[in-house]
């Protein structure tokens, strides 16, 4: 196992230009990976409250979520007891879940990619656009993929901020 440190690389981006904005941007993986590593392990709620107890403290966090498919086809979510809001399915989606164990503490908004495979130029736009509207209207907000290392640091780096 893993080191349990949750969410692992956990990182704050600033922007490269001198800024007045008093948000914050911060990267991370998904729940459970500091705990199971790479491991195709279904993560239990206290693994993700340690994640969510590991995130920037907000009154309301925007969560903007990269995870979406493995390169094999397996759902990112799939380790979970929540899926995507862009999958079907009887598990509550990640917003939903969320709501029910931890009230209105956080705003999800997914952009799905596939691991490993960079992020496609349409998904790179909207991605960059949200997140600079998030943080222009003062949103503290953390971007999410599987070990807040690849996907994330491209979406930073496109909209002009450094870690």
């Given at each position: 196992m893993a080191s349990s440190k949750e969410p692992i690389n956990i990182s704050e981006w600033k922007p490269l230009a001198p800024s007045r904005q008093v948000t914050r941007l911060f990267t991370c993986g998904r729940p459970g990976r500091a705990t199971y590593g790479r491991d195709k392990i279904n993560v239990d709620d206290d693994t993700i409250d340690k994640w969510v107890?590991?995130?920037p403290k907000a009154t309301v966090l925007h969560i903007v979520s990269l995870l979406g498919q493995?390169?094999?086809?397996f759902s990112e979510f799939g380790y979970y007891p929540f899926r995507s809001s862009k999958e079907s399915g009887p598990k509550p989606t990640f917003q939903e879940w969320l709501d029910e164990h931890y009230g209105r503490r956080f705003i999800v908004h997914e952009?799905?990619?596939v691991d490993a495979r960079g992020i496609p130029p349409d998904v790179l736009t909207?991605?960059?656009h949200c997140i600079i509207d998030l943080i222009e209207n003062g949103n503290t907000v953390v971007l999410v993929d599987s070990a807040g290392a690849e996907r994330t640091a491209r979406v930073c780096k496109a909209i002009g901020y450094k870690n």
């Open positions: 107890n590991g995130l493995k390169k094999s086809g952009f799905p990619t909207s991605v960059t």
